[in-house]
């Protein structure tokens, strides 16, 4: 054992870690993400085949071996929105840059909003831009540029404004957009209570790692949803802790 540890150099340490990583952070996002159930069958197909290997039986490994080519191709269409996340999380920076003073008076401002929208029962949809951008994915936007307040939130979803349909865009300490049209989520194990701005919500955080806040129109509550997962917020203190943990 203590012989072979001299045959390994820093560079071996370096190729096993990378690769280590990069396979880890594959698994990690695709058993989290809706092609997770996916991901386990092409597990269970690739250990069949290699027990095929192992077992020689030859027209089993034919047959694997001729379909490899076409399931590559195969999964990286199932898994396109996945692979897109999973690169941008290693290739870029958080927007929102942690432990900062504009960060948290961010979220402070979007708890205070949704505390009022809540209790009005005035539907909202608040997305966090984080590391990925948005641009490909969002549509039908109107462009804003200002600086997040309370004020301005509450405004843009009070009811029979022009902005009050749609998602309002964060990124940063600014309102980007609003009234943006956001994918809405195909995911068919979402309860039907909830209805387009939940759906819409889970969508964009399935396609990115932006986070979504939605109040609803109809009950009031106040939900969190990162990854396609929905969180009920007991209260807007609750939010807060929920998006310091991500933001700061």
């Not at 250990?47 to 694997?64: D, P, R, V």
């Not at 990854?227 to 939010?239: C, N, Q, R, W």
Request: hydrophobic share 45%.
């Amino acid at each position: 054992m203590l012989e072979i540890l001299h045959f390994i150099t820093l560079k071996d340490i370096i190729d096993i870690a990378l690769v280590y990583f990069l396979v880890y952070e594959v698994i990690y996002y695709m058993a989290k993400s809706r092609g997770g159930q996916i991901l386990k069958g092409v597990i269970v197909i690739a250990l069949i085949w290699m027990l095929s290997e192992a077992l020689g039986l030859k027209t089993m490994s034919f047959i694997f071996e001729k379909l490899w080519t076409l399931g590559i191709v195969v999964l990286v269409i199932i898994f396109q929105p996945e692979i897109r996340r999973a690169l941008s999380r290693l290739g870029e920076r958080t927007s929102i840059q942690k432990n900062s003073q504009a960060t948290q008076k961010v979220i402070e401002r979007i708890a205070m909003a949704c505390s009022f929208l809540s209790q009005r029962q005035i539907g909202a949809l608040i997305v966090i831009e984080r590391s990925q951008s948005l641009e490909d994915i969002i549509d039908g936007c109107s462009y804003i540029d200002a600086t997040v307040s309370v004020e301005l939130l509450i405004t843009i979803f009070y009811p029979m404004t022009p902005l009050h349909d749609g998602a309002v865009v964060i990124k940063e300490d600014k309102i980007l957009y609003a009234s943006c049209v956001l994918p809405l989520s195909k995911n068919k194990d979402l309860p039907k209570k909830y209805g387009t701005r939940h759906r819409a919500a889970v969508g964009i955080t399935e396609e990115s790692d932006a986070l979504a806040v939605v109040v609803s129109e109809e009950t009031g509550d106040i939900s969190f949803i990162k990854a396609g997962v929905i969180t009920k917020m007991e209260s807007p203190d609750m939010l807060k802790e929920y998006l310091e943990k991500e933001l700061s």
